[in-house]
């Protein structure tokens, strides 16, 4: 099921806030929002093991991949940090919908991601060329109302690409990659994502 058909389902409330008092019509009017993405972690494991001869990895120090960034979302009172984190296999990235979690009192609705395969500057693996999805809800008390999307292309290691946001390095041995935004082989600017309504 790809996350275009996920968000399909998940977009269906949206008409029923249509269909409700003018007490939403303030929240039904926002047809954007800004979400700052001020830290996005990666670990994975390299294709050595780090250790000299580069043996095959031990199948006891396997690891999946993990993403795990914080996304700084529009509330009433100013801007509301929530936290997302996910487990996909080695060389896959997580195609499903995962629940963010609020960090902050006074956040609203719900958020959650998915990743998408990025090919826009060639086949690359997985973890490293992707679209990061974002899906929220926007609740005034427990109706929901319209549902925003936006997506960015992500990819590594070289800041002459306009989506190269990720600086990965291999760590110690049997440690891998681990990869994080605004470091010297990041482009230089801010990781944001526009969610538009549905």
Same mark, same amino acid.
């Given at each position: 099921?790809?996350?275009?058909?996920?968000?399909?389902?998940?977009?269906?409330?949206?008409?029923?806030?249509?269909?409700?008092?003018?007490?939403?019509?303030?929240?039904?009017?926002?047809?954007?929002?800004?979400?700052?993405?001020?830290?996005?972690?990666?670990?994975?494991?390299?294709?050595?093991?780090?250790?000299?001869?580069?043996?095959?990895?031990?199948?006891?120090?396997?690891?999946?991949?993990?993403? #795990?960034? *914080?996304?700084? $979302? %529009?509330?009433?009172? &100013?801007?509301?940090?929530?936290?997302?984190?996910? /487990?996909?296999?080695?060389?896959?990235?997580?195609?499903?919908?995962?629940?963010?979690?609020?960090?902050?009192?006074?956040?609203?609705?719900?958020?959650?991601?998915?990743?998408?395969?990025?090919?826009?500057?060639?086949?690359?693996?997985?973890?490293?060329?992707?679209?990061?999805?974002?899906?929220?809800?926007?609740? #005034?008390? *427990?109706?929901? $109302? %319209?549902?925003?999307? &936006?997506?960015?292309?992500?990819?590594?290691?070289? /800041?002459?690409?306009?989506?190269?946001?990720?600086?990965?390095?291999?760590?110690?041995?049997?440690?891998?990659?681990?990869?994080?935004?605004?470091?010297?082989?990041?482009?230089?600017?801010?990781?944001?994502?526009?969610?538009?309504?549905?």
């Amino acid at each position: 099921m790809t996350l275009h058909t996920i968000f399909f389902a998940f977009t269906l409330l949206s008409p029923l806030a249509n269909a409700l008092p003018n007490t939403l019509s303030a929240l039904q009017t926002i047809t954007t929002e800004t979400w700052q993405i001020p830290r996005l972690d990666m670990h994975m494991m390299s294709i050595g093991t780090g250790i000299p001869g580069n043996p095959p990895w031990p199948e006891d120090s396997k690891f999946d991949s993990t993403i #795990d960034f *914080d996304v700084m $979302v %529009p509330a009433a009172r &100013g801007l509301v940090k929530w936290n997302c984190q996910g /487990a996909m296999a080695n060389g896959t990235i997580t195609e499903r919908l995962i629940d963010c979690v609020r960090s902050e009192e006074g956040g609203e609705g719900s958020l959650m991601f998915g990743m998408q395969k990025y090919n826009g500057l060639g086949e690359r693996r997985a973890e490293l060329s992707f679209s990061l999805w974002l899906y929220r809800n926007r609740q #005034d008390g *427990d109706l929901l $109302v %319209p549902t925003f999307s &936006g997506h960015t292309a992500i990819t590594a290691n070289d /800041a002459k690409e306009p989506t190269s946001y990720l600086t990965c390095l291999q760590g110690k041995p049997y440690d891998g990659l681990r990869c994080k935004i605004k470091s010297y082989l990041s482009v230089n600017k801010e990781l944001v994502i526009e969610g538009l309504a549905a």
